[in-house]
């Protein structure tokens, strides 16, 4: 049975660095590609940053390009999100997508709610 969940979220000061965990079941994660993706309220779904299957080719939003890392521990089925500099816009439900072979992210975890508020 695939699974993503994650786990990471909460509530975070402004310029906090808090790291998101995208926990991996069902499948071999470094054959696959795996996204993380933010819903805002009232917003739609944002990309944000994806690492590719086997050589780890990594890809951000320009919106977090140089404040959020994502990387992979096949190890241990994992892949994070650490992201610094956090601003309230930040604020979301974050999750992470799966694409398992059919070209596009459409296995999704539950999400993680991100609130940056002082």
């Known amino acids: 049975q695939v699974q993503l969940v994650e786990s990471g979220g909460g509530l975070v000061q402004p310029g906090g660095s808090p790291r998101l965990s995208c926990t991996t079941s069902?499948?071999?994660?470094?054959?696959?590609?795996i996204g993380w993706f933010r819903q805002a309220p009232g917003k739609g779904r944002e990309g944000l940053a994806c690492?590719?299957?086997?050589?780890?080719?990594?890809t951000y939003a320009d919106s977090v390009r140089g404040r959020f890392t994502i990387s992979r521990d096949n190890a241990k089925n994992t892949v994070y999100l650490q992201m610094h500099s956090l601003k309230p816009e930040d604020t979301g439900l974050y999750y992470c997508?799966?694409?398992?072979?059919?070209?596009?992210?459409?296995?999704w975890g539950q999400g993680t709610q991100v609130t940056v508020s002082s």
């Open positions: 690492i590719s299957d086997n050589d780890g080719r990594t």
């Open positions: 997508g799966a694409d398992l072979g059919t070209g596009q992210y459409d296995t």
């Open positions: 069902g499948f071999t994660l470094q054959h696959y590609g």
